[in-house]
C-alpha cells in the first residue's frame, strides 16, 4: 500500500475544509460527522472553528441501517448511536465524511439526517475526494482531491479511530 497523506498532510487538508467553510458561510452551522471516520474528521473541524471565535452545533450521525446494500453484506453492520442534540428544522447542516466516492453513503445520511427533521440547507465536507461517482452528488468542500482508479481502494486512518493518521492506497487490479 502507497501512502497518499501523512499526519501533516491530513491537518492540512483539515485546515483548508475549516478555511472554505468559514470563508463561504457566515451564520451559525451543524456540523454533523458520518460515523466512522466522518465524525472525527467533523470534530477536527469544529476544533479549527471554535478557534476562529465561530460558533457551531455538533452532532454525530450513525447511518447504518440506511445503507443500500445490507442485503449484500456478510455479516450485520455494527449499530453505533447517532448524537443530534439540536433541532435540525431549519438549521444549516454541513454533513462530513472522510472519503466520497460513489456517493451511496452520502445518499444514505441524506436520509438519516431527514429522519431528525427538515434542514434549511444541507452542504457536504469530505477530507478526501476520490471521484468515480455513481450518484448526482458533489461535495461543498474538500480537504483534497485524489485522483484514482475505480477499483482503487482508499483506506483512511485517523488518529483517534485507528491510532495513527494516514491515507493509503491499495491498487487493485
Given at each position: 500500500m502507497a501512502v497518499l497523506m501523512d499526519a501533516g498532510e491530513i491537518e492540512k487538508a483539515v485546515d483548508t475544509?475549516?478555511?472554505s467553510i468559514l470563508g463561504k458561510t457566515t451564520e451559525e452551522v451543524a456540523i454533523v460527522g458520518i460515523r466512522r471516520r466522518g465524525d472525527e474528521v467533523a470534530e477536527r473541524v469544529c476544533e479549527r472553528l471554535k478557534a476562529a471565535g465561530r460558533s457551531f452545533q455538533f452532532g454525530i450521525l450513525d447511518i447504518s441501517l440506511?445503507?443500500?446494500d445490507l442485503a449484500h453484506l456478510t455479516e450485520n453492520p455494527k449499530l453505533q448511536s447517532s448524537d443530534i442534540p439540536f433541532v435540525v428544522d431549519g438549521a444549516h447542516v454541513i454533513l462530513v465524511d472522510d472519503v466520497l466516492f460513489t456517493g451511496r453513503t452520502i445518499r444514505a445520511a441524506l436520509d438519516a439526517l431527514t429522519d431528525y427533521g427538515r434542514?434549511?440547507?444541507?452542504?457536504?465536507?469530505?477530507?478526501?475526494?476520490?471521484?468515480w461517482r455513481e450518484l448526482p452528488i458533489?461535495?461543498?468542500?474538500?480537504?483534497?482531491?485524489?485522483?484514482?482508479?475505480?477499483?482503487?481502494?482508499?483506506?483512511?486512518?485517523?488518529?483517534?479511530?485507528d491510532g495513527?493518521?494516514?491515507?493509503?492506497?491499495?491498487?487493485k487490479d
Open positions: 475544509l475549516a478555511e440506511y445503507r443500500d434542514p434549511g440547507k444541507i452542504e457536504l465536507a469530505v477530507l478526501i475526494d476520490r471521484g458533489q461535495p461543498d468542500y474538500v480537504g483534497k482531491a485524489l485522483e484514482t482508479e475505480r477499483l482503487d481502494e482508499v483506506v483512511v486512518s485517523l488518529r483517534d479511530t495513527a493518521d494516514a491515507v493509503k492506497l491499495e491498487q
